[in-house]
Antibody, heavy 121, light 108 residues
Framework: EVQLVESGGGLVQPGGSLRLSCAASGFTFSSYAMNWVRQAPGQGLEWVSAISGSGGNTFYADSVKGRFTISRDNSRNTLFLEMNSLRAEDTAVYYC??????????????WGQGTLVTVSS | EILLTQSPGTLSLSPGDRATLSCRASQSINSNYLAWYQQKPGQAPRLLIYGASNRATGIPDRFSGSGSGTDFTLTISRLEPEDFAVYYCQQYGSSPLTFGGGTKVEIK
């Protein structure tokens, strides 16, 4: 059974940083691209970032480009999202989502339960 | 960027009714690369449909997807109590990946 467990969310001040993690199990982690998708309180879904199975290719939404960095450790089956220069509008539940394919840019076959990031002074 | 517009915003129906949800794209979606998700309060989204019409593993056959180009539809043939939720479409035909704003299916 595929399991994705996010951690690292919390309250951070504007301009601050946070690192999210997603521990994966139940599948061959390196064979699939992975994504971060967020959902602001009471709002819809927004794709944030993706990384290919090998980690060699990364992709970002314009809203986070230059501030967020996605990475993965295939030896530890873990996905990361380093978030810098955080803004109030980054407040959201962040979901880790497994892609359908290796190269990224597809749909999201499995989702974690999400971790809440709140940016506020 | 492809914009996805879902309608209606809210659908008020009774168990046993047929639900028809629309997702319209601002430009044609390559190879009908469109997916549908269901989200219940406090839960993560769940994949229902991919490739416009393919049901994901374990999804009941009362859920069906159709459409091509810019117009897509999710149909729930007979609503069960557990189907009342918010539904999102998502396109993966071009970058960036985008979602529609969602349709809430509520109990009438």
């Amino acid at each position: 059974e595929v399991q994705l467990v996010e951690s690292g969310g919390g309250l951070v001040q504007p301009g601050g940083s946070l690192r999210l993690s997603c521990a994966a199990s139940g599948f061959t982690f390196s064979s699939y691209a992975m994504n971060w998708v967020r959902q602001a309180p009471g709002q819809g879904l927004e794709w944030v970032s993706a990384i290919s199975g090998s980690g060699g290719n990364t992709f970002y939404a314009d809203s986070v480009k230059g501030r967020f960095t996605i990475s993965r450790d295939n030896s530890r089956n873990t996905l990361f999202l380093e978030m810098n220069s955080l803004r109030a509008e980054d407040t959201a539940v962040y979901y880790c989502a497994k892609d359908y394919i290796t190269v990224a840019g597809s749909f999201f076959w499995n989702w974690g339960q999400g971790t809440l990031v709140t940016v506020s002074s | 960027e492809i914009l996805l517009t879902q309608s209606p915003g809210t659908l008020s129906l009774s168990p046993g009714d047929r639900a028809t949800l629309s997702c319209r794209a601002s430009q044609s979606i390559n190879s009908n690369y469109l997916a549908w998700y269901q989200q219940k309060p406090g839960q993560a989204p769940r994949l229902l449909i991919y490739g416009a019409s393919n049901r994901a593993t374990g999804i009941p056959d009362r859920f069906s997807g159709s459409g091509s180009g810019t117009d897509f539809t999710l149909t729930i043939s007979r609503l069960e109590p557990e189907d009342f939720a918010v539904y999102y479409c998502q396109q993966y035909g071009s970058s960036p990946l985008t979602f529609g704003g969602g349709t809430k299916v509520e109990i009438k």
